[in-house]
């Protein structure tokens, strides 16, 4: 079984309501990311590790081609290129 860090790539850190934003693009155009936030699973678990609010998003490696474009889009529109 391969590694799933090998297989993705991270395409956002930031602001979970700036992550959604970019989320809810990458879905329109059949991408559904992996959200990962340390802080809240931290909490879960019985302790507090990462910065509260901030999520960070992957796809496959083999979606970049196809998401590239929108990502690149929504980042410039925020200002984060």
Request: aromatic content about 4%; hydrophobic content about 40%; cysteine-free.
């Amino acid at each position: 079984m391969s590694n799933p860090s090998e297989e993705s790539v991270r395409i956002f850190t930031g602001p979970a309501m700036v992550a959604k934003a970019l989320v809810s693009r990458l879905n329109d155009i059949g991408i559904s990311p992996i959200e990962k936030d340390d802080h809240e699973s931290g909490i879960r678990a019985g302790f507090a590790i990462g910065v509260p609010g901030q999520v960070r998003l992957f796809i496959r490696k083999d979606q970049m081609k196809k998401a590239q474009p929108t990502i690149d889009e929504f980042l410039n529109e925020i200002d984060e290129a």
